[in-house]
C-alpha cells in the first residue's frame, strides 16, 4: 500500500494523463472516469510507492500498464454486452463520423483476435506515442519484444484488413 502522504500526491499528478489515455482508448468520459479511478485505487491498494521525483518513472509505468489492461477490459465487456462504441464520437481532424466509426469497429474486432501482450504494446507505443524503449520499460519486458509484438499486431491488422475487403 501505497503510504497516506504520498498518494494524494500520485494522485493530483498523474490523474489528469491517466484520464486523457482512457478517454482516447474509451472514447467515453464515463468509462475513462471509472477505470483512471479503479487504476488509482488499485494503486493505493497494491502499486509501488510515490514518495519523490525519483519514484515517478516507476509510479508512471506502473499507472499505465494498469490502465490500459483495465480499459482493454472494459473495451471486451462492451463487446460482449453489445454496448455500441459510438456513445461519444471525437472525430480526428479531417475526419468523417463514417471513418470515425469504422475506425472504433476496426479496434474492437482486433481487440478480439489479437493477444493482450499484443494490445498493450500497440496502445502504449501508437497510442499514446511511447517509443520502443519506453514501452519496454512500461510494460517490464524487453526492446526486442514491444518490436515483436508489434510485428505480429501487424500482421493481424493485414491479414484482418484482407479479409475485410473481400
Do not use: N
Request: charged content about 30%; overall charge neutral; aromatic content about 6%.
Amino acid at each position: 500500500m501505497a503510504p497516506e502522504s504520498s498518494f494524494p500526491k500520485a494522485y493530483v499528478r498523474f490523474l489528469p494523463s491517466v484520464r486523457a489515455k482512457c478517454r482516447r482508448l474509451l472514447g467515453s468520459s464515463e468509462d475513462a472516469e471509472e477505470v483512471a479511478h479503479e487504476s488509482f485505487v488499485r494503486l493505493w491498494q497494491s502499486g509501488p510507492c510515490f514518495t519523490d521525483d525519483a519514484d515517478t518513472r516507476t509510479v508512471v509505468a506502473w499507472l499505465y500498464r494498469t490502465s490500459t489492461r483495465l480499459a482493454l477490459d472494459a473495451l471486451r465487456r462492451r463487446k460482449r454486452v453489445g454496448q455500441p462504441m459510438e456513445d461519444e464520437v471525437s472525430l480526428p481532424c479531417g475526419g468523417s463520423i463514417e471513418d470515425s466509426v469504422g475506425a472504433k469497429r476496426l479496434v474492437v474486432a482486433l481487440i478480439q483476435s489479437v493477444s493482450s501482450e499484443e494490445l498493450e504494446a500497440v496502445i502504449v507505443c501508437r497510442v499514446d506515442g511511447a517509443s520502443h524503449i519506453e514501452a519496454a520499460e512500461i510494460l517490464g519486458v524487453s526492446e526486442r519484444t514491444i518490436r515483436r509484438l508489434l510485428e505480429r499486431f501487424d500482421a493481424h491488422v493485414d491479414k484482418w484488413r484482407k479479409e475485410f475487403a473481400s
